[in-house]
């Protein structure tokens, strides 16, 4: 199975500050298809998962372009510009590369 | 607007079983595979498998293959997950979600509640 690993598992920031999660895949996440198969969810507190970006760096419908998310065939980054309330939780890392679809550990983002 | 509608919370006894219920609305059932997701209490997300509501086709992962089974009723734009010989290691959230039907790689855009599985005597 593809093993993904988040870094940091938690990321306090104050509010109006940028920060950085990181997901790195033990296998390249590249298709044949040149589709790079990585996403990443938000899991705020008590709900459930919501998509964030798709395919990499594909802004999913209704999230706002403070995310972006940038990589290369195995490690990638999630960065939030003026991190708000609304954005505390836990941000998922995900595949869909090939069976079992599995995801990464976790970041939790509170707010200073 | 999209709903993934699913059943509510369960207590259930060690050896039992458990039929989940995800039921969709706002899209057009078959044009979206449902998939199935466990989240132990605390924990990361694990992807249970999928089903095809048009053909009934699945695919399992395989550490859920003998203790998940995955269906749909198309009439009612339902899709089931039936849990067995439930133990304590099952208690958790399962969530459904869905992806677009025949695209590589479609992202799971809508997901359910979650229903909350609690095995205990």
């Known amino acids: 199975d593809i093993v993904l690993t988040q870094a940091p598992l938690s990321v306090s920031v104050t509010p109006g500050e940028s920060a950085s999660i990181s997901c790195r895949s033990s296998k390249s996440l590249l298709s044949s298809k040149g589709i790079t198969s990585l996403y990443w969810y938000l899991q705020r507190p008590g709900k459930s998962p919501q998509l964030l970006i798709y395919q990499m760096s594909n802004l999913a419908s209704g999230v706002p372009d403070r995310f972006s998310s940038s990589g290369s065939e195995t490690d990638f980054t999630l960065k939030i510009s003026k991190v708000e309330t609304e954005d505390v939780g836990v941000y998922y890392c995900?595949?869909?590369?090939?069976?079992?679809?599995?995801f990464g550990a976790g970041t939790k983002l509170e707010l200073k | 607007q999209v709903n993934l509608l699913q059943s509510g919370a369960a207590l259930v006894k060690p050896g039992a079983s458990v039929k989940l219920s995800c039921k969709a609305s706002g899209y057009t059932f078959t044009d979206y595979y449902i998939h199935w997701v466990k989240q132990s209490h605390g924990k990361s997300l694990e992807w249970i498998g999928y089903?095809?509501?048009?053909?009934?086709?699945?695919n399992y992962n395989e550490k859920f293959k003998s203790k998940a089974t995955l269906t749909v009723d198309k009439s009612t734009n339902t899709a089931y997950m039936e849990l067995s010989r439930l133990t304590s290691e099952d208690s958790a959230t399962y969530y459904c979600?869905?992806?677009?039907?025949?695209?590589?790689?479609?992202?799971?855009?809508?997901w359910g509640q979650g229903v909350m599985v609690t095995v205990s005597s």
């Open positions: 089903i095809n509501p048009n053909s009934g086709y699945t």
């Open positions: 995900g595949h869909r590369l090939e069976y079992p679809y599995t």
């Open positions: 979600t869905r992806s677009r039907y025949g695209s590589y790689g479609t992202p799971f855009d809508y």
